[in-house]
């Protein structure tokens, strides 16, 4: 597959847990326009409170899902920035093609249209 999406998400913070399943829903209603694999990954000191929190909301994860519970992720890169989810579209070759959600940003998702359809 030429494209991925990555998603990097905080999931040691409550709002960003529904952060994320309101960016996990978008995914799953454009599935059929995205139709390249998606990972999420999620840093978290506790999976588990992580897990229980995201069962609550009783939700099928649109893409594959990865815990990092060291933090590594975060210290090895400048991430956070604006919002406590950082969500990039990446070719064949690891480059970075855009940065930002899709579902806030119109010329994001202007972007994202225009590689993937």
Known sequence: MAYRIVCIIDGGCSLCIGDFVE??????????????PLYYLVMTGDPV?????????????S???FVD??????????L???SRIEVFLID?????LVS????????????YDNLLK
Do not use: H, W
Request: proline share 2%; hydrophobic share 35%; net charge positive.
């Open 23 to 36: 960016l996990n829903m978008n995914f799953l209603k454009k599935k059929d326009e995205y139709k390249c």
């Open 49 to 61: 409170i992580f897990e229980s929190n995201l069962m609550k909301f009783n939700q099928v994860v």
């Open 63 to 65: 893409g594959e899902l």
């Open 69 to 78: 519970t060291t933090y590594s992720l975060m210290q090895a890169n400048q």
């Open 80 to 82: 956070f920035k604006e």
């Open 92 to 96: 064949k070759d690891n480059q970075v």
């Open 100 to 111: 930002g959600n899709p579902f806030i940003d119109k010329k994001v998702r202007c972007q």
